[in-house]
Structures are given as structure tokens and as C-alpha cells.
């Protein structure tokens, strides 16, 4: 099995910067992709951000220009920096993992963290 265990979230005045982190753990070979998601109270999960093994990233419009995702393969590990922050920007966000290769060699998905408080405000 594989657990996220991500780090990082709090309260920020709006302008400021966080950064969030998230390492996976477990019988893990290799992981495709490792992204960011968050809910706010009341909405639905959204996209963040998600970065594959090769580096490839892509944003939510929103956040384009602000956030950076970034990964160390070696370490399982994807962290979100978060500049210039806004109040919308509040949610609780959630580390996934997706595409892993596990060390049998199967490859499983749909791996979610515990999510981490980030409230942003004005």
C-alpha cells in the first residue's frame, strides 16, 4: 500500500507565500504522477497543480503565475510553493499520487493524503 502524509498548510495573511509538501511512503517502485487538489467549504475537489516523473507540469488558470509545483523522484516527494496568495485561495488541499508502480511491479492508483488547512486572509 501507499500513504501521503502532507505538511506545510496554515493561516497567511493574503500577499504571503506557503509551502506545502507531501511524501509518499510504502511499496513504491516508481510514481507517475503526484499532484495537488484542493476543497473549499462547500465546492467541489479541484485541480491544482500535478507534476509527472519527467517533470511535466500543468496548472489550474488560477493559480498560473503563483504556485509552483516541483517533485523529488528520488524521495517520493511533491511540494507546492504558494506565492501571492488570495482569499479564495483557502481550502484544505490534498496530495495524490497516481500511476504507481509498486515494487511487485503492478501498477495501482488513486493515492490521497489526509489534506492539509491553508486560509488565506484579507
Known amino acids: 500500500q501507499v500513504q501521503l502524509v502532507e505538511s506545510g498548510g496554515g493561516l497567511v495573511q493574503a500577499g504571503g507565500s506557503l509551502r506545502l509538501s507531501c511524501a509518499a511512503s510504502?511499496?513504491?517502485?516508481?510514481?507517475?504522477?503526484m499532484g495537488w487538489y484542493r476543497q473549499a467549504p462547500g465546492k467541489q475537489r479541484e485541480l491544482v497543480a500535478r507534476?509527472?516523473?519527467?517533470?511535466?507540469?500543468n496548472y489550474a488558470d488560477s493559480v498560473k503565475g503563483r504556485f509552483t509545483i516541483s517533485r523529488d523522484n528520488a524521495k517520493n516527494t511533491v511540494f507546492l510553493q504558494m506565492n501571492s496568495l488570495k482569499p479564495e485561495d483557502t481550502a484544505v488541499y490534498y496530495c495524490?499520487?497516481?500511476?504507481?508502480?509498486?515494487?511487485?511491479?503492478?501498477?495501482?492508483?488513486?493515492?490521497w493524503g489526509q489534506g492539509t488547512q491553508v486560509t488565506v486572509s484579507s
Open positions: 507534476i509527472t516523473s519527467d517533470g511535466i507540469t
Open positions: 495524490n499520487a497516481d500511476r504507481v508502480l509498486t515494487t511487485a511491479r503492478v501498477y495501482t492508483s488513486g493515492y
Open positions: 510504502g511499496s513504491i517502485f516508481s510514481i507517475n504522477v
